[in-house]
């Protein structure tokens, strides 16, 4: 009778736990999307138009600097702005992508002239990519880093005081010597090796 109501006791506690449980999931992933999913979205937003007020401001600086008639395409200006705002995101090299943006490749661009165009923005993204690294606009968007004192681990690594079997062979020092070493003085060496009598010959007569 005891064991009983014991064991209703403890399902009662476990009933009564699981909704708070529950009630902790479901604040913990509601907290989560309505105000940190926001937060971040908000905060890439800010980031982008952030790239995109550089990425003109350069290719104002850019016409400026070209003349009076640059004679800029509207798909170089737009291969400009994006690499410009590619490489203050991303870093990285300057080379275009593999492929232009979509509007490049439909059906009414699939001609001379529509390749001519592609060709443009490719030529602008490598130049506004390649200006954006020159100014190194990317450095006031990378979070610090911290860097270990690899001097400091390598010297105290377990590897670094292991004993050189190889007399300063450098990295083979890990392999076993192709020679056995010398005993030390006072210590037993290896047994000689003796001669052992020929087999003796049978009597004449064979056995009996």
Same mark, same amino acid.
């Given at each position: ?69 640059? +004679? =800029?395409? %509207? ?7 994006? @690499?410009?705002? $590619?490489?203050? /995101? ?65 010297? +105290? =690594?377990? %590897? ?7 007399? @300063?062979?450098? $990295?083979?020092? /890990? ?34």
């Amino acid at each position: 009778m005891r064991s009983l109501q014991l064991k209703g006791n403890l399902l009662a506690m476990l009933a009564a736990a699981i909704p708070g449980m529950a009630g902790c999931n479901i604040a913990s992933t509601t907290k989560r999307t309505l105000v940190n999913e926001p937060l971040l979205v908000a905060d890439e937003s800010y980031l982008q138009r952030t790239f995109e007020h550089l990425a003109h401001q350069a290719w104002r600086e850019f016409e400026k600097d070209c003349g009076a008639n640059p +004679h =800029h395409s %509207k798909s170089f200006k737009h291969g400009f702005i994006d @690499g410009f705002k $590619d490489q203050a /995101d991303c870093g990285g090299t300057v080379d275009p992508p593999v492929q232009p943006p979509r509007k490049y490749w439909l059906a009414s661009h699939l001609n001379p002239q529509g390749n001519l165009q592609a060709m443009d923005y490719f030529a602008g993204f490598r130049q506004g990519a390649e200006i954006a690294q020159a100014s190194g606009v990317r450095k006031r968007f990378e979070a610090p880093m911290y860097v270990p004192n690899t001097n400091f681990t390598t010297s +105290h =690594h377990p %590897k670094a005081s292991r004993p050189d079997l190889n007399g @300063g062979a450098g $990295d083979e020092g /890990d392999s076993f010597p192709s020679t056995l070493p010398r005993p030390l003085p006072g210590l037993p060496g290896p047994a000689p090796s003796v001669d052992l009598p020929p087999p003796a010959k049978p009597a004449p007569g064979g056995e009996r």
